[in-house]
């Protein structure tokens, strides 16, 4: 995979990042979104696709991007295809430190050291391009305005920009409604977008579903069902990381 491309999960922490107070927006539901993200990206790379609710590896290749092809190699070790909620609700801790890191190495972003309460190390980070965050929220922008259906890569942002609530961020006051409507409406633009973020938002809501079954299966499994349902618990977004991230307060 060639860098001369930005990824889905560096646009989607772009649009996230505040240029105002250097913090990113919706933290905690944005570090689900950037493992959702990679998912995409993955999928738009020909490495995953979807199998029904699941994430398949199709082809184990590394792309080039170390980030990318961790989850990869994650991913193939499960040996069968994992649900996409599992996928996301999984830890991931430093996910979007790691991402800021490798924006600031880029030269998109700048680390600007503070303090909080006048004690407390913190790092926030300002975008140095702006152009290339105006090119970002210029193709949501055509793709809420115009109603043309956008490119796969731009409706899968859309999906996850929607998922993690940055609709409220991008689109603020009852003046942007129409705009996060429309934005939430771009999901169904793109399968594998939707599909991810659909489980981001079910991660979120602690609703994890469970695969649809017939009303036979449904009887006979009852007991089997009840174990499964208390799965999601473990993605349930935990409290952040108070190690390595807490010099980076990039919320």
């Known amino acids: 995979m060639g860098r001369s491309r930005r990824t889905i999960p560096e646009e989607l922490l772009l649009l996230a990042l505040d240029p105002a107070t250097g913090t990113t927006a919706q933290p905690q539901s944005l570090d689900l979104g950037l493992a959702g993200a990679q998912l995409v990206e993955l999928a738009l790379a020909g490495r995953i696709a979807p199998d029904g ?5 199709v082809v184990p290749r590394p792309t080039g991007d170390p980030t990318l092809d961790c989850a990869l190699e994650l991913l193939r070790r499960r040996g069968a295809p994992v649900r996409a909620v599992h996928w996301i609700g999984g830890p991931r801790l430093g996910l979007r430190q790691t991402y800021l890191s490798h924006l600031e190495r880029c030269g ?3 680390a600007v050291p503070g303090q909080m309460c006048g004690v407390l190390p913190t790092t926030r980070y300002q975008a ?11 193709r949501l922008d055509s793709a809420i305005r115009t109603g043309v259906p956008p490119d796969p890569r731009t409706a899968a942002l859309a999906a996850l ?3 993690v609530g940055l609709g409220k961020h991008l689109y603020p006051g009852n003046e942007g409604r129409s705009s996060r ?3 939430r409406d771009l999901i169904r633009h793109d399968p594998m977008g939707g599909l991810v973020a659909h489980a981001v938002m079910d991660v979120q809501n602690g609703a994890v579903a469970q695969p649809r079954r017939g ?3 449904t009887g006979r499994q009852g007991a089997a069902g009840a174990r499964s349902a208390a799965e999601p618990a473990r993605g349930v977004p935990m409290q952040p ?5 807490a010099r980076a307060v990039a919320h």
Do not use: F, K
């Open 53 to 57: 609710d699941r994430i398949a590896v």
């Open 108 to 110: 998109m972003v700048a």
């Open 128 to 138: 140095t391009d702006t152009a290339i965050s105006r090119e970002i929220r210029s």
């Open 161 to 163: 920009a929607h998922a």
């Open 181 to 183: 409507s429309r934005l």
């Open 215 to 217: 009303p036979a299966a």
């Open 241 to 245: 990381h108070r190690g390595s991230m």
